[in-house]
Each structure stands twice: as structure tokens, then as C-alpha cells.
T-cell receptor, first 111, second 114 residues
Framework: QKEVEQNSGPLSVPEGAIASLNCTYSDRVSQSFFWYRQYSGKSPELIMSIYSNGDKEDGRFTAQLNKASQYVSLLIRDSQPSDSATYLCAVFKAAGNKLTFGGGTRVLVKP | KAGVTQTPRYLIKTRGQQVTLSCSPI?????VSWYQQTPGQGLQFLFEYFSETQRNKGNFPGRFSGRQFSNSRSEMNVSTLELGDSALYLC?????????????FGPGTRLTVL
């Protein structure tokens, strides 16, 4: 079992719809959770971080964390063609002091 | 503020050779992490340096090594290159703590091993 798992996609959503991305992790002691966006040919950029259970909203993005279920998700509201990218989930454990990334979910927003 | 810079951007080497990649973090950032990204394995952690000390290392063979200088600039070295080392190598810098401080990625070095 991989430490961080994501559906590779592509997740195809119409413009204006909500894109829902999921990520599961295997280690219960994981402490911090991050969503990165990576455009084709570019490097990853951080879009959201979440540390405690519940929802965290930032503009059109909402991250949801459920530590009991070892699950973190990202919602993109009012999806735009510019949101078409690969979204990487990353999980941090203090023991080891490293970020572990999932394989990424490719999102395609169709006009 | 200048972002993370990596040199060179592209590199072509042959099997058996060695290569050194360079990363200059954002000014004031003391933590530098290195990652390997391939289509098959995704983004994998190589190692992290903080104040010239390797703080953590991923599951890569000893052919992969790195160091950090007093100005926080970091280098990564791969010896005896193999075809499977072809990848995008990314470095990321953060102020101090990887788990709480935002990591900013450089543009990467695309290494091709022939």
C-alpha cells in the first residue's frame, strides 16, 4: 500500500462545476496535509494546507480533512479552464521530517 | 524576492557518468529539499538539508548525495548514472520546518541519461 494514494484521473469537469479530489494516507501519525497544483511542464505550487480536522476554505478552494478516516480532499468550486492541471496531495510526518506526495490527480476543465 | 533557482535546466548525460545539480533557495530560507519526479513513480523525496546538515533522507541508493553550503545553496550529485535516473529533479526551499512552512519549488532540472 502506498503511503499517499490519489486517483490518477483524468477527472473531467465542465466549466463552472465543482471538482472533487480525494487523497488517502496510510500513517495515522501524519500531521500536516498539503495540496499542490502542477501545470504541465511546470513545478508544483502550494494552493492549500490543512492541519486539523474539518474544512478550510480559500477562495474557490476548500480542503477537507478527516484524520479518523485518514482522508483529505480538495474541492474546486466554479471550475475554470485555467484549473486544468495535476493536483498533488502531500502528507507530512514529524518522524522522518519529510513530505510524501501522492501520484497526483489530473483535472481537465472543459469550456 | 527572487524565487528558487536551479541550474542547469536541462542536462544530457550517458550511463556511467556523474552529474551535479545546483539549487539556490529563496533568500532567508534555510531548508532545502530535493525531489525526483518521473511519470511512473511521481514525486519522490530524496533528501533535505538544513543549516548545512542533512536532516532526512529518502529511499534512494547511495549514488545520490547532496550537500548544503553556508549560504544555504545546495548541490545534488548522482554518480554512475543509470538510464532510470532520467527524471525531473526539483528542489524546494522553506524557511525552516518542512511540515509547517510553505515549500517553494524551483523550475527543476530535466536530466536525460542515454
Amino acid at each position: 500500500q502506498k503511503e499517499v494514494e490519489q486517483n490518477s484521473g483524468p477527472l473531467s469537469v465542465p466549466e463552472g462545476a465543482i471538482a472533487s479530489l480525494n487523497c488517502t494516507y496510510s500513517d495515522r501519525v501524519s500531521q500536516s496535509f498539503f495540496w499542490y497544483r502542477q501545470y504541465s511542464g511546470k513545478s508544483p505550487e502550494l494552493i492549500m494546507s490543512i492541519y486539523s480536522n474539518g474544512d478550510k476554505e480559500d477562495g474557490r478552494f476548500t480542503a477537507q480533512l478527516n484524520k479518523a478516516s485518514q482522508y483529505v480532499s480538495l474541492l474546486i468550486r466554479d471550475s475554470q479552464p485555467s484549473d486544468s492541471a495535476t493536483y498533488l496531495c502531500a502528507v507530512f510526518k514529524a518522524a522522518g521530517n519529510k513530505l510524501t506526495f501522492g501520484g497526483g490527480t489530473r483535472v481537465l476543465v472543459k469550456p | 524576492k527572487a524565487g528558487v533557482t536551479q541550474t542547469p535546466r536541462y542536462l544530457i548525460k550517458t550511463r556511467g557518468q556523474q552529474v551535479t545539480l545546483s539549487c539556490s533557495p529563496i533568500s532567508g530560507h534555510r531548508s532545502v529539499s530535493w525531489y525526483q519526479q518521473t511519470p511512473g513513480q511521481g514525486l519522490q523525496f530524496l533528501f533535505e538539508y538544513f543549516s548545512e546538515t542533512q536532516r532526512n533522507k529518502g529511499n534512494f541508493p547511495g549514488r545520490f548525495s547532496g550537500r548544503q553550503f553556508s549560504n544555504s545553496r545546495s548541490e545534488m550529485n548522482v554518480s554512475t548514472l543509470e538510464l532510470g535516473d532520467s527524471a525531473l529533479y526539483l528542489c524546494a526551499s522553506s524557511l525552516s520546518q518542512v511540515g509547517t512552512d510553505t515549500q517553494y519549488f524551483g523550475p527543476g532540472t530535466r536530466l536525460t541519461v542515454l
